[in-house]
């Protein structure tokens, strides 16, 4: 369920038969060339098969465009034409038809709540049918154990109410979704479970009636349990997907002082900031909106642009970006353009685009559901009709066409994929990598590219002291004395280099773009750039180079130059040899200079290397590859990332990275090293070999009992041993990750010295 910043029902009312086509063009918004854009939640969209089924209705409507559910964030974008040529459109058509294809669906609002009504109402459902299912086992086990006739009856009728609030309870996901798709003549992976569970629990009722001996109200419950379980952990792992835009979207001003004509200020909500509205930015704040400085000067933090952590400076003229942050000085900004407009939004766009894009993508779980409901029904219904023209007993036709359904029930086909991700997702948890969508796993054993960014990815973001040329130490503890009172990245640094003895000043002030200034006595003493320090640009023979250098002086005469570089992350040699070693094509994107990022490249030994790109250049860098047929693992940590972490194939982000980037990547992993990177791609690569491993073993036990539930050798109850077995095997197949695991950690650092070999495939 998507999230609304009013009542929850007031949105859920928000359907056609409230809403005229006027008010539905107003929740759109315009595109340009006659085009609007409108944003629907569809609640119910759960694969695949939803996305296609909702796309085909809406473009078959005349003036649609173009139309997109995104499966993450269940939003359905839908472009249409204002007017055509029999007049003008109305918007409420999309709603009908929507609805009509047998979905839900109210207007998309932009925030999400806190709380996952359907992730809490699936906990709810497993417990329920987990407790029933292991209450009517107790049963069953006394049952089978030759209780008497009258015992035997009383545990079946205790077990008959037990089983029917459950089934209503814990069923109605699935006995809804059958409902919804055959009523609109469909059909689903949902049908031949809630035939199964309903067919099983009424002749097992039939059964108790008569007094029969054998009763199967313990395989319906239990086929539930484990199916939830299942659904659950997809819901989940889908859940975590979304949460990036809203936090990207948290992340943008509600407002901003705008300054009026007479040079009063007055707060307005971002929305209502117009083209040429002149906006006042205190140090601390966020800049609401793409602009022009107009007055002040001050350092902005641009890791929401370049996701580099030095600040840059800025002055009047300068072009400054939505989501920047300004940490010194006060500016005055002229805004260039509407906040739906700005970089922030276009960010927000960028990775919807791109989460739409990554939820078509078909898992192994969806496209084998294709083909086996049709199949399912078709023998379940021929062994009905066939046993009772022939044998003229339709009471033993019906039991042998629900053995068919309970002993081809797709409960091991659910558990195949959900059981190897669970299982993966704690191995690799305990390898410091967390996996927040289950698809990932399968995505990631795909690449055959892998691209990182720059900073806090392959560097640790923390600029650290190289080099320093100074007349003495005691200017040395003068500099470092002053860099203490800056809260600037490299005067950080060289803070934390300090081992003497430091120099305290009378006053110190910092200036917006320049640097520390500091009085003892008669003298002033500035920390920070050439030209601010001495009044004379840098003569380090480095300037321009990977190195960033921060000079000290006392009344203009250089004391001393510090020259910083980047900390490398531990573990990114080892990391890109390994992937090397492995076939796999490395590359940096990066928004950092050229010429540092061939820097970085060289040292780590990265063919391709491309800096000074915006997050949009990024996502269309990813996009390329992806046209050339590349599958893409994109490694990143800042906001301008996020975009891209949607955009590719699969991505993973260090845990330092922003919550954005956190949020927008599949995967994030916790410890320094980058050697994390290659040991995921093993993982999921076993994994999935595992998944198509279940696959066999499902279809190969269907083709094996099958035959028998058809030839009528095969009880219900039989039926539900079979089908509970093969759940078993598949999950004790699921296990075999372990061994292999542990295995593989057993030879990593023979590995690791070597430094040659991947151990990748």
């Known amino acids: 369920m998507t999230c609304c910043t009013m009542n929850a029902e007031a949105v859920m009312a928000l359907s056609r038969s409230t809403l005229s086509a006027e008010e539905i063009n107003l929740a759109s918004h315009p595109l340009g060339g006659g085009l609007r854009q409108l944003d629907f939640s ?18 078959a409507l005349p003036y649609v465009r173009k139309a997109r559910v995104n499966l993450t964030s269940r939003r359905v974008s839908c472009v249409y034409a204002e007017q055509t040529a029999q007049g003008k459109t109305d918007p409420s058509d999309i709603v009908a038809a929507i609805e009509a294809a047998g979905y839900r669906t109210h207007l998309f609002m932009p925030l999400a709540p806190e709380n996952d009504r359907v992730r809490n109402e699936l906990l709810r459902a497993v417990g329920v049918s987990g407790f ?9 086990v006394s049952v089978w154990s030759g209780a008497d006739a009258a015992t035997r009856d009383l545990f079946h009728w205790i077990s008959a109410m037990i089983a029917a609030p459950a089934l209503i309870y814990a069923g109605r996901f699935f006995f809804r979704s059958a409902w919804n798709a055959l009523s609109h003549g469909r059909t689903n ?50 859940e975590k997907a979304r949460a990036a835009i809203n936090g990207l979207a948290r992340l943008a001003p509600r407002g901003a002082l705008r300054i009026l004509a007479d040079g009063s200020k007055t707060y307005v909500a971002v929305d209502e900031i117009a083209i040429g509205d002149e906006i006042a930015i205190a140090a601390g704040e966020r800049i609401p909106v793409d602009g022009i400085v107009v007055g002040g000067e001050g350092d902005l933090d641009l890791s929401v642009v370049t996701g580099e952590s030095s600040p840059v400076t800025v ?16 500016l005055v900004i002229q805004a260039t353009k509407l906040a739906r407009n700005s970089l922030l939004s276009e960010i927000i766009v960028l990775m919807e685009a791109a989460e739409s894009g990554r939820a078509r993508y078909r898992r192994i779980a969806d496209r084998a559901a294709t083909l086996y409901s049709p199949a399912v029904h078709l023998l379940a219904l021929v062994s009905f009709l066939a046993w009772g023209f022939v044998g003229g007993d339709w009471k033993h036709a019906m039991l042998v066409a629900v053995a068919v359904l309970i002993i081809t029930c797709p409960c091991a086909l659910g558990l195949a994929v959900p059981v190897v991700q669970v299982v993966a997702a704690g191995e690799l948890f305990r390898k410091g990598v967390m ?61 934390r280099s300090a081992d003497a003895a430091l120099t305290v000043y009378d006053r110190v002030s910092e200036i917006a773009g320049g640097g520390i200034e500091g009085r003892r006595g008669e003298d002033i003493y500035r920390l920070g750039s050439a030209h601010f320090s001495s009044g004379r640009a840098s003569v380090m023979p480095v300037a321009g180079g990977p190195l960033s250098e921060v000079v000290f002086s006392r009344n203009q005469a250089v004391l001393a130059r510090f020259f910083f570089e980047d900390t490398p992350r531990p573990g990114a040699s080892e990391a890109v040899a390994a992937l090397d070693a492995a076939g796999l094509k490395t590359a940096i994107l990066s928004g950092d200079r050229q010429n540092v990022v061939d820097h970085t490249a060289r040292t780590l030994g990265i063919d391709r290397a491309i800096g000074g790109l915006t997050p949009k250049q990024k996502v269309e860098e990813c996009k390329a590859l992806a046209d050339k047929g590349c599958r893409v693992l994109m490694v990143g940590d800042g906001i301008n990332d996020a975009p891209a972490l949607a955009a590719a194939h699969v991505s993973i982000a260090p845990a330092t990275a922003s919550d954005i980037g956190r949020q927008a990547a599949d995967l994030v992993f916790f410890s320094d090293r980058l050697d994390a990177v290659p040991e995921a791609i093993w993982i999921a690569r076993r994994a999935t070999m595992l998944v198509r491993q279940n696959f066999v073993l499902a279809i190969g036990y269907n083709l094996l009992a099958v035959p028998i539930a058809i030839a009528g050798l095969a009880t219900p109850l039989l039926a539900a041993v079979a089908m509970s077995t093969s759940s078993l095997i598949v999950v004790a197949n699921a296990l ?23 151990q990748l495939l």
């Open 736 to 758: 075999r990750l372990n061994p292999l695991v542990k295995q593989r950690s057993s030879g990593a650092p023979a590995a690791a010295a070597r430094g040659t070999e991947a």
């Open 189 to 238: 992976m949902d049908v031949p479970i809630s035939l199964a569970v309903t067919l099983s629990y009424a002749v097992s009722l039939w059964e108790t009636v008569h007094h029969g001996e054998h009763a199967w109200f313990d395989a319906s419950v239990s086929l539930l349990f484990f199916l939830l379980i299942g659904r659950t952990l997809d819901h989940v792992m889908r």
């Open 132 to 140: 029933a299912a292991a209450n009517i086992m107790l049963l069953s």
């Open 42 to 59: 569809v609640p119910d969209v759960h694969c695949g098969g939803c996305i296609s089924t909702i796309e085909k209705a809406l473009t």
């Open 435 to 495: 996996v927040k969508d289950g698809s990932a796993l399968e995505r990631l054993a795909e690449v055959d590219t892998v691209v990182f960014d720059k900073t806090g990815t392959l560097t640790m973001g923390m600029p650290r002291l190289v080099k320093t040329e100074a007349t003495d130490d005691m200017s040395i503890a003068e500099a470092t004395g002053l860099a203490l009172h800056s809260r600037h990245p490299l005067s950080q640094a060289l803070a």
């Open 315 to 330: 002055c009047a003229g300068a072009q400054v970006s939505s989501g920047a942050m300004n940490l010194t000085g006060s």
